[in-house]
């Protein structure tokens, strides 16, 4: 892997390129180390990085508890963008973006996003943020026995 001041350092260069293609470096990491190039960009250039990310790759670096200023990025966003990569956003982190971002930016993203999830949203924004409800999630997770600790926390 890249040293991360110098990786920081070629996506900002391929951003002001013309190609405006990603380093491969950056693509091919880990979720959590895409998140921690991320947090070392400003707010703008963290938001292009989402935008020219593989679909895929966005939603799970954007599930990432580690990402600061999660929410600001979804507001640099176009909210069809937005409301795509929230969809597949675990329903905790879904939650956590809208509470962050402003009465504006909700109005204009959330009428994108299904009506399930939205009123999944609704439910979860119910309880304040700083109690059980307010950082729980309404998903499922169902684990199997003979599962080593590596498998059950990749489900988790």
């Given at each position: 892997m890249h040293d991360l001041d110098q990786l920081v350092d070629d996506v900002r260069d391929r951003l002001d390129s013309e190609s405006g293609a990603l380093p491969e470096a950056l693509v091919g990491l880990r979720e959590a180390d895409v998140a921690d190039v991320m947090n070392n960009l400003l707010l703008v250039e963290a938001a292009e990085v989402i935008k020219r990310l593989p679909p895929p790759l966005a939603v799970r670096v954007c599930d990432q508890p580690t990402l600061r200023r999660r929410s600001a990025i979804f507001e640099e966003l176009d909210p069809v963008l937005a409301a795509?990569?929230?969809?597949?956003?675990s329903a905790d982190?879904?939650?956590?973006?809208?509470?962050?971002?402003?009465?504006?930016?909700?109005?204009?993203i959330l009428?994108?996003?299904?009506?399930?999830?939205q009123r999944e949203?609704?439910?979860l924004l119910q309880y304040p943020p700083r109690t059980a409800g307010g950082i729980m999630t309404t998903e499922f997770v169902s684990l199997q026995r003979t599962m080593t600790v590596s498998q059950a926390l990749e489900i988790v």
């Open positions: 795509r990569i929230l969809e597949d956003l982190e879904r939650a956590s973006v809208i509470r962050g971002i402003s009465p504006f930016e909700q109005h204009r009428p994108k996003v299904s009506a399930e999830v949203i609704k439910q």
